[in-house]
């Protein structure tokens, strides 16, 4: 992938993870260029349509996923999609960086990619200069 390619992903997403929000600044692993949709299925390995910032705690838990079942009905959804979905949409953070999943396709992703753990918690709180 061309360096100009990851930083044009990189500046859309404001070095932000494009799945929970934290800013590089408060992680301590670079950002992964993740493709939306894998590579072993289908997707593009250089489209930035095909392309989104991820942190490496959301991009790891993710990996070539598309689906996830809903924790309140463990009916198979959609992962949230950062190229074709509005992240205020499908989820809601609060001051302490409790993210909560408003839609199916939400609450989906937040169980799947484990956007609530601990770790993730004490990484949103930490001061982004
Ligand atoms: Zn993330």
């Not at 929000?21 to 349509?49: F, K, L, M, W």
């Not at 396709?105 to 930490?126: C, D, I, P």
Request: hydrophobic share 35%; proline share 5%; aromatic share 6%.
């Amino acid at each position: 992938m061309k360096e100009a390619t990851k930083w044009i992903v990189r500046i859309r997403a404001d070095l932000r993870c494009e799945y929970c929000g934290v800013h590089q600044r408060q992680c301590r692993y670079t950002h992964h260029i993740e493709h939306v949709e894998a590579i072993a299925n289908g997707g593009s390995p250089d489209n930035p349509d095909n392309l989104a910032l991820a942190c490496h705690r959301c991009n790891l838990a993710k990996g070539a996923r598309k689906m996830a079942l809903d924790p309140l009905n463990d009916v198979p959804m959609l992962l949230f999609h950062p190229r074709l979905h509005t992240w205020e949409t499908h989820f809601r953070v609060d001051a302490s960086g409790y993210i909560e999943g408003l839609t199916p396709t939400g609450r989906a992703t937040v169980s799947a990619l484990k956007m609530n753990a601990s770790v993730r918690l004490m990484e949103r709180g930490r001061v982004s200069l």
